[in-house]
Nanobody
Framework: QVQLVESGGGLVQPGGSLRLSCVVS????????MGWYRQAPGKERELVAL???????NYEDSVKGRFAISRDDAKRTVYLQMSSLKPEDTAVYYC??????????????WGQGTQVTVSS
């Protein structure tokens, strides 16, 4: 079974930084478009950042210039470097992506989420 496993969340003060990691585990041959989403209490889940298999990136407006998504295909890992964090960044962050299982088709998977809390 393929799983997306996030780590790196925690409590940080405003202005601080965190790096989230998402490891694609299981029997897979490739992973394609990968993204980080977040969901704050009482709000809908929203796309924060996206990276294609070719390395093109896209960001939600409020995080542009502060967050950076990257990937290391050899390590099966996608990262989200978050800087200049604000209280409004507080949310559960989820990894999502299209993974080709081995053997089999490409399917979309979600991770279990990791809590990020920005507070003094």
């Amino acid at each position: 079974q393929v799983q997306l496993v996030e780590s790196g969340g925690g409590l940080v003060q405003p202005g601080g930084s965190l790096r989230l990691s998402c490891v694609v585990s299981g029997s897979m041959s490739s992973f394609y478009n990968m993204g980080w989403y977040r969901q704050a209490p009482g709000k809908e889940r929203e796309l924060v950042a996206l990276i294609t298999s070719g390395g093109n990136t896209n960001y939600e407006d409020s995080v542009k210039g502060r967050f950076a998504i990257s990937r290391d295909d050899a390590k099966r890992t996608v990262y989200l470097q978050m800087s200049s964090l604000k209280p409004e960044d507080t949310a559960v962050y989820y990894c999502n992506g299209d993974v080709r299982i081995r053997p089999g088709p490409t399917r979309n998977y979600w991770g279990q989420g990791t809590q990020v809390t920005v507070s003094s």
